[in-house]
């Protein structure tokens, strides 16, 4: 399994825009699924966008404002995020999943790998 590193977080005003990175440390991706999850203050790991064979899934809470994208396999992770808001704020976790067997993306149970996170601050 890889080490998965997460970058890109900070502050930013309601409505700004933030774009995530997730990398491999150690060796390249070899997963066949990745996802994003965040982790908001004093609340549990959520789901928020995932890449897998089965194409893409998003949260209902970040639909038409998130974009996740694997252009290249083996390297970056990106999660482009928009119109952001107080709500997102949170510790944002980059998974991955090596075979993509389970079709259930929005579950973390599905991902074997984890990063460390990289906090994204919302002011309103």
């Known amino acids: 399994q890889v080490q998965l590193v997460e970058s890109g977080g900070g502050l930013v005003q309601a409505g700004g825009s933030l774009r995530l990175s997730c990398a491999s440390s150690g060796g390249t991706f070899r997963s066949k699924a990745m996802g994003w999850f965040r982790r908001p203050p004093g609340k549990e790991r959520e789901f928020v966008a995932a890449?897998?064979?089965?194409?893409?899934f998003y949260a209902d809470s970040v639909k038409g404002r998130f974009s996740i994208s694997r252009p290249n396999p083996e390297n970056t992770m990106y999660l482009e995020m928009n119109d952001l808001k107080p709500e997102d704020t949170a510790v944002y976790l980059c998974?991955?999943?090596?075979?993509?067997?389970?079709?259930?993306?929005?579950?973390?149970?599905?991902?074997?790998?984890w990063g460390q996170g990289t906090l994204v601050t919302v002011s309103s």
């Open positions: 998974a991955a999943d090596r075979w993509d067997v389970d079709a259930n993306y929005a579950s973390p149970r599905k991902y074997d790998t």
């Open positions: 890449i897998g064979r089965a194409g893409l």
